[in-house]
């Protein structure tokens, strides 16, 4: 498809959305909830084409195609019902109050702080199907219609997601099947073309690897659209001199369970008190998950993140620190600022270390893994937004896509 053709395909996906869009914000809450219980059911019921879909965009992979990338593009019936369980649980969290605050004003006045939905928010995601249905899911219990695009080794699953599990929900709940548009096109143009459209898609949640979402994001400001990035990752564990070895061990295998996400260990950071009994530990745990320790002089910076590297996906850089406040100012100077923790007995170093990192989860002596909207927020997340300035920070769910709105009346009224 040319440019013109693919920006076309994306303006006619972002009038659909905008059209649908009024509907589902004044939509009842029992009608938003039974939308979501359609997704739940129809993730199983539904599973044939969309198993389908997705061993045909396996298939067509590039024999290359790094194992762990691979992995995060594969869906399988655990990994459904997986999703189903966390729909569930998004369609029983309650709602937020649309009222935020109310204050009484001079002059027989109030005001009240209300949330109201953005409209149309685009996603530009990574191949991994099941952010299509988390982002999906976000929008609609936030009630905003959506504009999606997911990288084009998903797209055969991401279109029957959409076609025989979010869309048939939405319409048998009452709701405009149209709130969620696909771009339908592998082709990156489209993601270009999603950040371009202000009148039509203001906010657009962008996830993937950090040059290109920076790219993205500076495209996207140049046209006026805002967005969401969740983009650089990668998560530290310090081990202090006053670790239990056995705990690191466990955080050590915990934190590699999965080597294509963002928020697994990539940086360990070690006292040089117990350097060599750490090493060993953590050796022996990384050998297990089949990851290789990548030890000092380093020819590369601390805070690359392994997840990133195609096919060398499995490492994990090494570096020794004297103190833990040297290990929170390495994370804080050469990491994303998404995610370390401290592995300690001693308290009073778990809470120099806490108030020392400056990052967007900080951990006791448990995994950086934790970092994620489900298993901190109960609810599936749109990304984890690292940025340091106000807004969402950490896991951002359907509670921070909102746009606060001062309404002010007479005060009987």
């Known amino acids: 498809m040319t440019t013109s053709e693919i920006s076309h ?23 938003v909830t039974a939308a979501l219980d359609g997704i739940r059911a129809r993730l199983t019921a539904a599973s044939g084409p969309v198993l389908d879909a997705n061993a045909a965009d396996v298939a067509a992979l590039d024999p290359a195609f790094p194992d762990a ?29 649309p009222v935020v605050a109310t204050r009484e004003l001079p002059g027989g006045l ?23 249905v988390d982002v999906a899911s976000q929008l609609l219990k936030s009630r905003n219609a959506g504009v999606l695009r997911t990288g ?22 009452g709701l405009p099947e149209d709130a969620v548009q696909l771009v339908r096109s592998p082709d990156r143009e489209g993601a270009r073309a999603l950040v371009s459209m202000p009148a039509l898609i ?21 046209h006026g659209v805002r967005t969401m990035a969740h983009a650089d990752g990668g998560g530290v564990m310090y081990v202090d001199q ?28 070690v006292h040089t008190a117990v350097w060599d009994d750490a090493l060993a530990v953590a050796r022996a745990a990384a050998d297990d998950a089949g990851v290789t320790l990548a030890l000092p002089p380093h020819d590369h910076a601390l805070g690359l993140e392994w997840a990133l590297q195609e096919g060398d996906e499995a490492h994990v850089t090494v570096a020794p620190v004297g103190s833990y406040a040297e290990a929170a100012a390495t994370a804080n100077a050469e990491t994303s600022g998404l995610a370390a923790t401290i592995v300690t007995e001693d308290a009073a170093a778990a809470d120099g270390f806490i108030a020392d990192y400056a990052g967007t989860g900080a951990f006791w002596n ?11 927020l109960a609810a599936p997340e749109t990304g984890i937004n690292v940025d340091h300035v106000p807004g969402p920070r950490g896991p951002v769910t359907f509670r921070d896509l909102y746009l606060r709105q001062f309404v002010v009346t007479p005060a009987g009224a």
């Open 366 to 376: 448990a995994t950086t893994r934790l970092l994620d909207g489900f298993k901190l």
């Open 152 to 173: 084009g080794a998903a797209l055969r699953s991401a279109e029957a997601l959409v076609d025989h599990v979010i869309a048939p929900a939405l319409a048998a709940a």
């Open 9 to 31: 395909l994306v303006a006619e996906a972002g009038h659909a959305a905008r059209r649908a869009a009024p509907r589902l914000a004044a939509a009842p809450d029992d009608a």
């Open 69 to 97: 990338m691979r992995d995060r593009l594969r869906l399988d019936e655990g990994r459904l019902a997986a999703m189903a369980q966390q729909i569930e649980i998004l369609s029983a969290t309650p709602f937020p109050d």
């Open 242 to 269: 006053a670790a239990d070895l056995g705990t690191a061990s466990r955080l050590v295998r915990e934190g590699l369970d999965r080597l294509g996400v963002c928020n697994r260990l990539n940086l360990l950071l």
């Open 110 to 132: 109030r005001m009240q702080e209300r949330r109201r939905p953005v409209g149309v928010i685009g996603a530009n995601y990574e191949a991994r199907p099941n952010v299509t």
């Open 202 to 222: 203001p906010l657009v949640i962008i996830r993937g690897s950090g040059p290109t979402t920076r790219e993205l994001g500076t495209h996207a400001a140049a």
